[in-house]
């Protein structure tokens, strides 16, 4: 096989969440002196691409979305394993610290469960504070963390409110400029974002990593900018 | 009023929930990934089925009880703007519901699809649970008005569709005595557990509600929405 095969194998045992496949893949590509990295961001990231654009476009669900995440991040898993100091660095390296929480009055956490894991899955240290946080606690654990972003999650009307309380709060503790704020929830808009003053919104969890992804680069080309 | 409170058995609602599980997940089962998926959601059905547990109250109230586009009982106003769109002259009465299913118990929040499919499957549960209780209300309303009566029961109305702000769930929960079936309440109005939900149907006589999907999915706000304000402009102009 060569190596167009090989990543085109590689891209379909991800669309078709075949874990078993996709770890003989990776045992052949070794076997064969294939570069794993670049069989993981080339071949297995495509399939994963993939998936992206067609729950996009709704052509698959999310349970279908999940499941091959899961393989995603299994596959990625068993290649750093193998992997050389030097690439593994590269690829361990993570994208940013988001801490993320349900707000205070709210215990609805799986959408703030699969943000979290979508997120984890595209290289960011994700801590889950949890469910029915009040803005005080979410400020610590930020804190704490030493996150780059807080994402919170509110799925009714009557707790955004929270979220609004979040971000005053970071202004009164003169902490906006450290830490970048991401909401989400049925409820949330991008205009309630706008509002309230948080820096990003996110309709589901792969546009989060899109959001997440962007906000990192603006902080840190930011931080260029000033030196 | 005593609300009744009427059991679903698991067993019963199971056909129910298992196609609406399908569908949700948009399955087609003769695709070898899709049965592969299948089977890991039946068998999340299986290992937290032990939570799996529908209850529900029901109230009936007569028709009286819902003036000028409110529903008044026992000094509590259940409204939506909704209401105003619907003639009093062809209510009949009102059924309160509220119903749980109670919760389908999963192995960690870090298995992302066990959590998933165990959330997917408690949504199913209640959705299947009210479909039941639905058919249970039609029956009890050929009892009350009459076998061959052309009364039928509205859509569903309750707090977060309709535009009905989510608080009003509390209203509910005081007026069903929502404790009897093991449901508590946040401040926030939120039901515990939370594949609980609460709301009413009307008793129409011979009349079908026109209703629009902005409307179904509205969650409400002090104002009312756009939608709300031009139809207003319009009565308002026909006046």
Same mark, same amino acid.
């Given at each position: 096989?060569?190596?167009?095969?090989?990543?085109? /194998?590689?891209?379909?045992?991800?669309t078709d969440a075949d874990e078993t496949e996709a770890m003989e893949i990776l045992s052949y590509a070794k076997e064969n002196d294939f570069d794993l990295l670049d069989l993981l961001l080339s071949g297995f990231s495509a399939g994963n691409a993939e998936l992206g654009d067609k729950f996009d476009?709704?052509?698959?669900?999310?349970?279908?979305?999940?499941?091959?995440?899961?393989?995603?991040?299994?596959?990625?898993?068993?290649?750093?394993?193998?992997?050389?100091?030097?690439?593994?660095?590269?690829?361990?390296?993570?994208?940013?610290?988001?801490?993320?929480?349900?707000?205070?009055?709210?215990? /609805?956490?799986?959408?703030?469960?699969?943000?979290?894991?979508?997120?984890?899955?595209?290289?960011?240290?994700?801590?889950?504070?949890?469910?029915? *946080?009040?803005?005080?606690?979410?400020?610590?654990?930020?804190?704490?963390?030493?996150?780059?972003?807080?994402? !919170?999650?509110?799925?009714?009307?009557? !707790?955004?409110?929270?979220?609004?309380? *979040?971000?005053?709060?970071?202004?009164?503790?003169?902490s906006k400029d450290r830490f970048m704020t991401m909401v989400g929830g049925a409820p949330v808009t991008n205009r309630w974002a706008k509002k309230i003053g948080?820096?990003?919104?996110?309709?589901?969890?792969?546009?989060?990593?899109?959001?997440?992804?962007?906000?990192?680069?603006?902080?840190?080309?930011?931080?260029?900018?000033? *030196? | 009023?005593?609300?009744?409170?009427?059991?679903?058995?698991?067993?019963?609602?199971?056909?129910?929930?298992?196609?609406?599980?399908?569908?949700?997940?948009?399955?087609?089962?003769?695709?070898?990934?899709? +049965?592969?998926?299948?089977?890991?959601?039946?068998?999340?059905?299986?290992?937290?089925?032990?939570?799996?547990?529908?209850?529900?109250?029901?109230?009936?109230?007569?028709?009286?009880?819902?003036?000028?586009?409110?529903?008044?009982?026992?000094?509590?106003?259940?409204?939506?703007?909704?209401?105003?769109?619907?003639?009093?002259?062809?209510?009949?009465?009102?059924?309160?519901?509220?119903?749980?299913?109670?919760?389908?118990?999963?192995?960690?929040?870090?298995?992302?699809?066990?959590?998933?499919?165990?959330?997917?499957?408690?949504?199913?549960?209640?959705?299947?649970?009210?479909?039941?209780?639905?058919?249970?209300?039609?029956?009890?309303?050929?009892?009350?008005?009459?076998?061959?009566?052309?009364?039928?029961?509205?859509?569903?109305?309750?707090?977060?569709?309709?535009?009905?702000?989510?608080? +009003?769930?509390?209203?509910?929960?005081?007026?069903?005595?929502?404790?009897?079936?093991?449901?508590?309440?946040?401040?926030?109005?939120?039901?515990?557990?939370?594949?609980?939900?609460?709301?009413?149907?009307?008793?129409?006589?011979?009349?079908?509600?026109?209703?629009?999907?902005?409307?179904?999915?509205?969650?409400?706000?002090?104002?009312?929405?756009?939608?709300?304000?031009?139809?207003?402009?319009?009565?308002?102009?026909?006046?």
């Amino acid at each position: 096989m060569d190596k167009d095969e090989l990543y085109l /194998h590689a891209a379909k045992a991800i669309t078709d969440a075949d874990e078993t496949e996709a770890m003989e893949i990776l045992s052949y590509a070794k076997e064969n002196d294939f570069d794993l990295l670049d069989l993981l961001l080339s071949g297995f990231s495509a399939g994963n691409a993939e998936l992206g654009d067609k729950f996009d476009k709704g052509v698959i669900s999310l349970p279908e979305l999940i499941y091959a995440a899961e393989v995603m991040k299994n596959i990625t898993n068993a290649i750093l394993e193998k992997l050389n100091e030097e690439n593994k660095a590269e690829l361990s390296r993570k994208k940013g610290t988001i801490v993320i929480a349900t707000v205070a009055g709210d215990v /609805h956490d799986i959408g703030k469960g699969i943000v979290a894991s979508t997120l984890r899955t595209a290289g960011f240290d994700v801590i889950d504070l949890g469910c029915e *946080l009040s803005v005080e606690d979410i400020l610590e654990g930020a804190k704490k963390y030493d996150a780059d972003i807080i994402g !919170t999650s509110a799925l009714l009307t009557s !707790t955004m409110s929270e979220q609004k309380k *979040l971000e005053k709060l970071l202004v009164e503790t003169e902490s906006k400029d450290r830490f970048m704020t991401m909401v989400g929830g049925a409820p949330v808009t991008n205009r309630w974002a706008k509002k309230i003053g948080a820096d990003a919104y996110s309709e589901n969890a792969l546009e989060a990593v899109t959001v997440a992804l962007k906000l990192i680069e603006n902080k840190y080309s930011k931080k260029d900018g000033d *030196l | 009023m005593k609300s009744q409170i009427i059991r679903i058995s698991e067993r019963e609602a199971f056909p129910l929930a298992e196609k609406r599980f399908v569908e949700t997940c948009r399955f087609d089962l003769n695709k070898e990934k899709h +049965q592969r998926m299948m089977r890991m959601g039946l068998k999340v059905r299986d290992d937290g089925i032990d939570g799996i547990d529908i209850r529900a109250l029901v109230s009936f109230y007569d028709a009286d009880v819902l003036q000028d586009g409110a529903i008044k009982i026992g000094g509590k106003d259940i409204s939506c703007n909704f209401f105003e769109l619907i003639p009093e002259d062809r209510v009949r009465g009102v059924y309160l519901y509220m119903i749980t299913a109670g919760e389908c118990h999963f192995s960690s929040e870090d298995n992302i699809m066990d959590f998933l499919y165990a959330d997917i499957w408690g949504t199913n549960y209640v959705d299947s649970g009210t479909d039941i209780l639905i058919r249970r209300l039609n029956e009890d309303m050929k009892q009350r008005f009459g076998r061959d009566c052309s009364y039928t029961l509205s859509s569903e109305f309750g707090p977060g569709y309709f535009g009905m702000p989510v608080i +009003q769930s509390k209203a509910f929960y005081e007026l069903l005595k929502g404790e009897e079936i093991g449901v508590t309440i946040k401040e926030s109005g939120l039901l515990i557990p939370q594949k609980s939900c609460t709301g009413l149907f009307f008793v129409l006589d011979d009349y079908e509600l026109d209703i629009e999907p902005e409307c179904v999915s509205c969650l409400g706000s002090s104002s009312g929405c756009s939608f709300c304000s031009v139809r207003t402009k319009l009565e308002r102009n026909r006046l």
